[in-house]
């Protein structure tokens, strides 16, 4: 009897270690809130989900065409994003589809070719792909083939995308590369509350189709102060989160708090100071803003979740080869997820965490 109870309470002990690595390697970063505010006025305390829910909220009062629409949309959708928009607007602008993500996009292109302001959720960004080639054959090329007679420019796709800590294969991917190669898109991915509210508004309103990728893991993994009147934040236009002299670090969404992570560990260990540069939009992006800051630092570090073959990195990389090849001490380094399909319990050793981008980072130092 006693020999089964200790057998039992070592079950239990090694269940509690197992749950609490679980635990601890389900967020591969630290939070990073954003502290400056884009307006004066007064801001509310918002996570990632609400500052979407409340940027779409804005546009359905003040823009009597705008629409909503996706698979569960109607009740908030699985992350909540649309929670109470249809109570408050009706059926008629914020509504469920089929299960059918090209007929989704396909309504969408429809509905702003029209002229009206088309807001459509595909729920994960991984089922994103039979929408593909509505996306890139119909709505980037909508205005171009049309001789600029007609646009679909008031589409706006939203989409969670990147690692989660459980999703696995199906609900983990990160395919913001596929459409940097469709000219007439834009592709967003924001960092934080803050950001995600600005730039979600910016590409409602902008006059090209836009995809707005939502990494999923930040909805509700901090808050900020939020300001709560409409503010717009550019799109193309990089933010530089902190200064430095020793090597620029470039990312977008998640991983910029990766690499905020990493430039405290290089000021504390290594003794040097890191430029961060989150990107904001990588169709287009900010090639002055990263070229200019590698200039000064002659390293440059990009990380990414999606595999590294074909990634955004590399077309970051080929311009900085480019256009500051006389300025660089060490060839561009990218970290970045692995070339294979995403894995389930392997997740924290596929993604570019802290520590496999802080020795990336040491590697350029001492090249």
């Known amino acids: 009897m006693t020999g089964i109870l200790a057998q039992n309470t070592l079950s239990r002990s090694l269940l509690q270690n197992v749950s609490n690595i679980v635990k601890r390697l389900s967020s591969h970063f630290t939070y990073y809130p954003d502290e ?13 989900m609400q500052a979407i829910n409340n940027a779409m909220d804005i546009t359905l009062k003040t823009d009597s065409s705008s629409v909503l629409f996706g698979e569960d949309v109607a009740f908030g959708g699985v992350f909540r994003c649309a929670l109470g928009l249809q109570e408050k607007y ?3 602008r914020v509504f469920n589809t089929p299960l059918c993500e090209q007929g989704i996009a396909g309504f969408g292109i429809g509905m702003a070719t029209a002229g009206a302001t088309a807001i459509a959720e595909i729920q994960f960004a991984d089922y994103i792909f039979p929408a593909f080639d ?58 934080g509350p803050i950001a995600a509210k600005g730039l979600l508004l910016s590409c409602i309103r902008d006059r090209d189709p836009c995809i707005f990728l939502e990494p999923k893991i930040l ?41 905020l992570q990493v430039a405290d560990m290089a000021s504390e260990k290594l003794g040097i100071n890191c430029e961060v540069i989150d990107l904001m939009s990588i169709l287009p992006w900010d090639e002055e803003t990263v070229c200019n800051s590698v200039k ?51 997740e924290p050793f596929y993604l570019p965490d802290t520590m496999r981008c802080f020795s990336a980072l040491q590697q350029l130092i001492n090249y």
């Open 36 to 48: 400056s505010k884009p307006i004066d006025g007064q801001t509310n305390k918002m996570n990632m």
């Open 90 to 92: 009706g059926k008629d």
């Open 134 to 191: 509505q996306l890139v054959n119909e709505a980037a090329k909508c205005r171009y083939r049309s001789g600029g007679q007609f646009d679909c420019g008031g589409l706006t796709v939203r989409a969670p995308c990147g690692a989660v800590g459980h999703g696995g294969l199906y609900h983990s991917q990160s395919p913001e590369a596929f459409f940097t190669h469709a000219p007439g898109l834009k592709v967003v991915v924001p960092r």
């Open 219 to 259: 909805y509700r993994s901090a808050a900020e102060e939020v300001p709560v009147d409409s503010y717009e934040i550019p799109i193309g236009k990089a933010h530089i989160l902190r200064e430095g002299d020793a090597a620029t670090l470039v990312a977008w969404g998640t991983q910029v708090h990766v690499l």
């Open 296 to 346: 000064k630092t002659g390293r440059c570090l990009v990380a990414h979740e999606a595999p590294l073959t074909s990634g955004f990195g590399a077309e970051l990389a080929a311009t900085v080869q480019a256009e500051c090849f006389l300025h660089l001490e060490a060839p561009v380094s990218r970290v970045t997820g692995w070339d294979a399909p995403f894995p389930h319990v392997f």
